[in-house]
């Protein structure tokens, strides 16, 4: 049996997460990019990143401290594993708080086209809502207020 394309995991994926959670929006983008950016998101097989908004009882969020500055926690998630198994250990082993995944919040269907020959690819960005389970935040990683 042929491998699955990317645009045919993105749609498992979001039938699967139809399944999961109840009522979400969905956002479709389509990006163009040069030929050697395509390929290398071609390469990769993680289709789904994932963002996880963590809130505390006080209203404070879960941030990392990055090149970018203060962001939630986020993760690839890789054809085959378990998205709120990933999302739970990655944020759990790069925080020291374990999430309690509340809702899905939004899901957008990112298509990459190659400018030169016309070919696209998918990935499926998530946003997710969360409370602490356990744990307590370790740098980089703070409660931060909202």
């Not at 399944?19 to 395509?38: H, L």
């Not at 908004?53 to 970018?68: A, I, M, S, W």
């Not at 925080?95 to 899905?104: A, K």
């Not at 020959?117 to 370790?138: I, N, T």
């Amino acid at each position: 049996m042929p491998e699955a394309t990317a645009r045919e995991r993105v749609t498992a994926r979001l039938a699967q997460l139809r399944g999961s959670y109840d009522g979400f929006d969905i956002r479709q983008t389509t990006v163009t990019v040069s030929p050697a950016e395509f390929a290398e998101i071609v390469d990769d097989e993680e289709t789904v990143l994932a963002e996880i908004r963590v809130e505390n009882e006080t209203g404070d969020r879960l941030l990392v401290d990055g090149p970018g500055g203060w962001q939630p926690p986020s993760t690839t998630v890789s054809t085959g594993q378990s998205l709120s198994e990933t999302i739970r250990e990655t944020v759990a082993r790069r925080t020291g708080v374990v999430p309690d995944i509340v809702s899905l919040d939004e899901a957008a269907i990112v298509a990459v086209g190659c400018a030169a020959s016309g070919d696209e690819a998918y990935q499926l960005q998530l946003r997710f809502l969360a409370a602490p389970e356990r744990g307590e935040p370790r740098p980089p990683a703070a409660w931060r207020e909202s």
